[in-house]
C-alpha cells in the first residue's frame, strides 16, 4: 500500500512539473508568433501612417518584458512617425508606451517626462483612454521614486475618470 502512494505520489509530482513547464513554455511560443507576424505587418507596410506606428507601439510593449533595448527603439520610432504625421492621439499612445518602457528600465526621469507630455496631449484632446494610461504610469513613477504623495495624487485622478466612465476594468487596477 505504501509503495502505490508512492507511485502515485512520484506520479503527481510529474504531472505537477510538467503542467508548471508548459504553462511557461506556450506563452512564450505565442508570444514569438506574435512578435514574428508583427513584424510581419512592419516588413510589408512600409508606409509611415497610424498602421505603422500602431504595429510599432504593439511590437514595443511586446519587447518591454524581455528586451528593453528593442522596446525603447521601437517606442521612438513610433514617436518620431507620430509627431511626423502631426497626430496627436498616435502620439499620446507612443509617448505612453514610451513612458512604460522608461519605467521597466528604471529611466524614472525620462519616463515621467514622456507621461507627463503624454498627459498634456490626451488632456486637449480629451482622449480618456491615454488620460487614464498618462495618470496610471504617472502614478507608478513617483511610486517607483517613493513619493507617496504623488502616487496617490495620481491614482486618485485616474480612479475618479474611472469611475466616471463607469470602467470596472481600470477601477480595480
Do not use: C
Not at 4 to 14: A, E, F, H
Not at 99 to 104: A, E, K, L, Q, R
Amino acid at each position: 500500500m505504501k509503495t502505490q502512494k508512492n507511485i502515485y505520489r512520484k506520479s503527481g509530482i510529474k504531472i505537477s512539473l510538467i503542467i508548471v513547464v508548459l504553462a511557461f513554455v506556450f506563452p512564450v511560443f505565442s508570444q514569438k508568433k506574435e512578435i514574428d507576424s508583427t513584424f510581419g505587418i512592419l516588413r510589408n507596410h512600409l508606409k509611415e501612417d497610424s498602421v505603422r506606428v500602431n504595429a510599432l507601439i504593439h511590437l514595443s510593449s511586446l519587447y518591454q518584458g524581455t528586451n528593453l533595448k528593442n522596446a525603447e527603439y521601437l517606442g521612438k520610432e513610433a514617436l518620431y512617425i507620430s509627431e511626423k504625421l502631426n497626430d496627436p492621439l498616435l502620439t499620446a499612445m507612443a509617448q505612453i508606451q514610451l513612458g512604460s518602457v522608461y519605467t521597466w528600465a528604471y529611466k524614472t526621469t525620462d519616463a515621467l517626462a514622456v507621461y507627463l507630455k503624454a498627459l498634456a496631449i490626451a488632456k486637449q484632446i480629451n482622449a480618456e483612454d491615454q488620460l487614464q494610461d498618462a495618470y496610471d504610469g504617472i502614478a507608478y513613477v513617483y511610486e517607483l521614486e517613493n513619493d507617496w504623495g504623488q502616487s496617490l495624487n495620481y491614482s486618485l485622478q485616474s480612479l475618479e475618470l474611472a469611475e466616471k466612465r463607469n470602467n470596472q476594468q481600470r477601477r480595480s487596477f
